[in-house]
């Protein structure tokens, strides 16, 4: 199936993200493919019969979100020059979402801009992050804080490569589903607590609708002026976790699970939601194999380092809370002992 693009309110930009196996693709062009070496181990030969190029090389970057970094986009750059790439070039980013956010943002900056597209590998890739054009690399500030709204060509989504994937990868994508469903869909997340998604035909169901869904919101809000940010949902939380764990202990979508808990005991404080759904989400969550607990050491520092989150602005924190199953509210105007009152139910001293 195809789901297409439509940012006709910004560009007149139009793309599409194919769901199917893998199609015979052709280039009359150089064309860099920048993946990693579990990859490129697994699922590089896969890709290079299916593509024709007037001239093919592959990037090897390391694996991990420790090293979504400058100095690596400068490589991926370097690579790029030694290749004698030209404006009309094409990189393609071939991976999950670290590859994909840092060959977007290379792509965006190579000659001051050349084409790539997305062949996403992982679950949380597939129906999140290889969609919607946003690309950046990580600093010791935070997360994603150095990058652009800059989208792809066109989009791959071959869920056979996630037959390789191992659960704690695919268990990650499933928070980034999860997010979908509490934000904008209750038919959606009552089809997810009741759905085995290792069976095919419903992980193919959930991809679908979590790009439709995250389709529908960039068609109308490409850079997150208004109801895109309605997609950090968790995120505001889940960044201050990687960033005190220095990316290392958890991966993204299990970051995002611990922050949807935080959000969610927000939104009860505020009578935004009830305990039962808030429950539901934990439990949910902890049935797809997801962290749902974290320890705050320090409530005080955990609350400064919102302010380094992008979504923060004239010194308030801007929360993306549920509102009742399937819908949200964005709220700037929390005051800091009701946010920090929750936060301590998550301190070392509960």
């Known amino acids: 199936m195809i789901v297409s693009i439509e940012l006709a ?29 579990t990859v490129s181990g697994l699922h590089l030969d896969t890709l290079l019969k299916n593509i024709e190029a007037r001239e093919l090389h592959v990037v090897t970057i390391p694996d991990g979100e420790q090293y979504k ?3 690596t986009v400068e490589n991926i750059l370097n690579e790029c020059f030694e290749y004698k ?3 009309k070039s094409l990189l393609i980013a071939f991976g999950g979402g670290v590859i994909g956010d840092m060959t977007g943002f290379t792509a965006s900056l190579y000659q001051r801009g050349i084409d790539f597209i997305q062949i ?3 679950l949380l890739s597939q129906v999140d992050a290889s969609v919607g054009g946003k690309t950046g690399v990580n600093n010791k500030y935070g997360k994603n804080l150095i990058g652009a709204f800059y989208q792809p060509k066109a989009v791959y989504i071959d869920p056979e490569f996630l037959k390789t994937l191992p659960a704690r990868e695919f268990a990650a994508g499933v928070a980034e589903i999860v997010k979908m469903a509490v934000m904008f869909d209750k038919a959606y997340f009552d089809f997810l607590k009741n759905a085995d998604l290792q069976k095919e035909e419903n992980l193919k169901e959930a991809i679908r609708r979590s790009v439709e869904l995250k389709a529908w919101v960039v068609n109308q809000d490409e850079k997150e002026a208004g109801i895109r940010a309605v997609l950090n949902y968790g995120h505001t939380f889940g960044h201050v976790v990687e960033n005190e764990t220095a990316y290392t202990t958890y991966l993204h979508g299990e970051a995002v699970a611990i922050g949807m808990v935080m959000a969610n005991a927000l939104a009860v404080e505020l009578g935004l939601f009830t305990q039962e759904e808030a429950q539901e989400v934990k439990d949910l969550l902890e049935r797809s194999s997801l962290p749902t607990d ?11 380092h919102f302010f380094l989150d992008k979504k923060s ?4 924190i801007k929360f993306i809370l549920p509102k009742g199953m399937g819908h949200h509210e ?19 001293n509960r």
């Not at 910004?10 to 893998?22: A, C, G, P, S």
């Not at 974290?294 to 400064?304: A, G, L, N, P, S």
């Not at 602005?313 to 308030?316: I, P, V």
């Open 9 to 37: 309110q910004t560009h007149n930009i139009t793309y599409d993200i194919t769901i199917d196996r893998l199609p015979k693709l052709a280039f009359d062009r150089k064309v860099v493919i920048v993946t990693n070496p």
């Open 69 to 71: 970094t400058l100095q």
């Open 85 to 87: 790439l030209d404006r």
């Open 120 to 122: 996403p590998t992982t």
């Open 294 to 304: 974290y320890v705050i050491k320090d409530v005080d520092t955990f609350y400064e």
């Open 313 to 316: 602005a004239n010194n308030s």
């Open 330 to 348: 964005m709220r700037s105007d929390i005051d800091e002992k009701v946010v920090k009152k929750v936060l301590a139910q998550f301190g070392a």
